[in-house]
């Protein structure tokens, strides 16, 4: 961290910015300048809390040379990390993973049925919410209890590993007993004590990124999870808000390889929410693998006209299967 100190800085003033970083535990180096002082701060490992600095008298700018996010940063472990979620490999050097099924478990012929049918087509993971964060409370809210047992089902049924969204701290070790990976959704990433329960476990958590969220904000709420001893998190990119209305959300895809270089954690694209719009979904699945995502997220669902959420964002059976067989054929390309 360097301390940028006003021009009219006086000698005390300088000497207090010195002995707040002392009493921190760092060492402080001025650095006298032309016009200004710059205090350097030393003997730190990683990100410095600048609370107490940054409003000190004198003090004009605090910049920070360390990011506020360590463990899942790549400087720090440089590594790739290998995710397992019930055998299935998601990470660097693997085949791009395929996670599909419902926005949410509707009922159980139509969970049942796409968990087959996505299987057959090539899936790795059957999603599918049971408690769904609705952005109204007028709308279908999930089947909750009853769509876990439905998903737990399904899982006997196809064999697939589960990933559904857990909204609450006070859930996690329920939605645990039927999620293989448990989803954290766009609405939750910042919801802290959520993130400190997942931290606690060592279920694999699929991260996705905050519809308004920096990167940086993203891979600090990684880092909650991590910190907390779950070092098994996967992220995923969903696309972010922006002034465009003609999309759901905008594909922020420069983030695929982005996080790879910034982060050694895996990092999956969803397609679905990031686009809205059925024909738009299998063009960005594919855009995603190119990028260099580890894997992606994918609506589907037998009847989207008839969808109680994400209709209009959903492929159809028929429809997931061709994607499959383009993604069957890139995969080659890509040397999976
Ligand atoms: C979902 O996956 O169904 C979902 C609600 O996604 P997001 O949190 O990205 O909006
Ligand atoms: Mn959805």
């Known amino acids: 961290?360097?301390?940028?100190?006003?021009?009219?800085?006086?000698?005390?003033?300088?000497?207090?910015?010195?002995?707040?970083?002392?009493?921190?535990?760092?060492?402080?180096?001025?650095?006298?300048?032309?016009?200004?002082?710059?205090?350097?701060?030393?003997?730190?490992?990683?990100?410095?809390?600048?609370?107490?600095?940054?409003?000190?008298?004198?003090?004009?700018?605090?910049?920070?040379?360390?990011?506020?996010?360590?463990?899942?940063?790549?400087?720090?472990?440089?590594?790739?990390?290998?995710?397992?979620?019930?055998?299935?490999?998601?990470?660097?050097?693997?085949?791009?993973?395929?996670?599909?099924?419902?926005?949410?478990?509707?009922?159980?012929?139509?969970?049942?049925?796409?968990?087959?049918?996505?299987?057959?087509?090539?899936?790795?993971?059957?999603?599918?919410?049971?408690?769904?964060?609705?952005?109204?409370?007028?709308?279908?809210?999930?089947?909750?209890?009853?769509?876990l047992r439905l998903l737990a089902l399904a899982r006997a049924e196809s064999g697939l590993p589960i990933v559904t969204e857990v909204m609450s701290p006070e859930h996690v070790e329920h939605v645990s007993q039927c999620a293989d990976l448990l989803q954290v959704g766009a609405r939750n990433m910042q919801n802290f004590d959520l993130l400190k329960e997942l931290g606690r476990g060592r279920k694999p958590v699929l991260l996705k990124r905050g519809m308004s969220a920096t990167i940086e904000e993203f891979l600090s709420a990684a880092e909650y999870i991590l910190i907390g001893g779950n070092p098994n998190v996967i992220l995923c990119e969903r696309g972010i808000r922006t002034f465009e209305t003609a999309t759901r959300n905008t594909l922020d895809l420069s983030v695929v390889p982005l996080i790879r270089e910034l982060s050694h954690l895996p990092i999956m694209v969803d397609p679905s929410h990031a686009t809205g719009k059925r024909s738009l979904v299998p063009p960005m699945a594919k855009a995603a693998l190119v990028a260099g995502a580890q894997g992606i997220l994918v609506e589907v669902h037998p009847e989207p006209e008839k969808a109680l959420s994400d209709g209009p964002q959903s492929l159809t059976l028929q429809g997931f299967a061709t994607l499959m067989s383009d993604i069957n054929k890139l995969n080659v390309f890509l040397g999976f």
Not at 107 to 120: D, M, N, R, Y
């Open 1 to 147: 961290m360097l301390i940028v100190m006003s021009y009219i800085a006086t000698q005390a003033e300088i000497e207090n910015v010195v002995k707040a970083v002392q009493d921190m535990g760092y060492r402080a180096e001025p650095i006298p300048g032309g016009e200004r002082t710059a205090i350097g701060v030393l003997g730190n490992e990683g990100y410095v809390d600048d609370t107490v600095i940054r409003d000190l008298p004198g003090v004009q700018e605090v910049i920070h040379v360390s990011k506020p996010y360590k463990l899942c940063s790549r400087a720090f472990h440089p590594p790739s990390s290998v995710i397992d979620v019930c055998g299935v490999k998601i990470g660097e050097g693997y085949r791009p993973i395929v996670a599909a099924g419902p926005c949410a478990v509707e009922g159980e012929e139509q969970i049942i049925k796409t968990a087959l049918a996505v299987k057959a087509a090539g899936a790795d993971l059957l999603r599918g919410g049971a408690f769904k964060p609705r952005t109204g409370p007028h709308t279908f809210q999930g089947l909750r209890e009853e769509g």
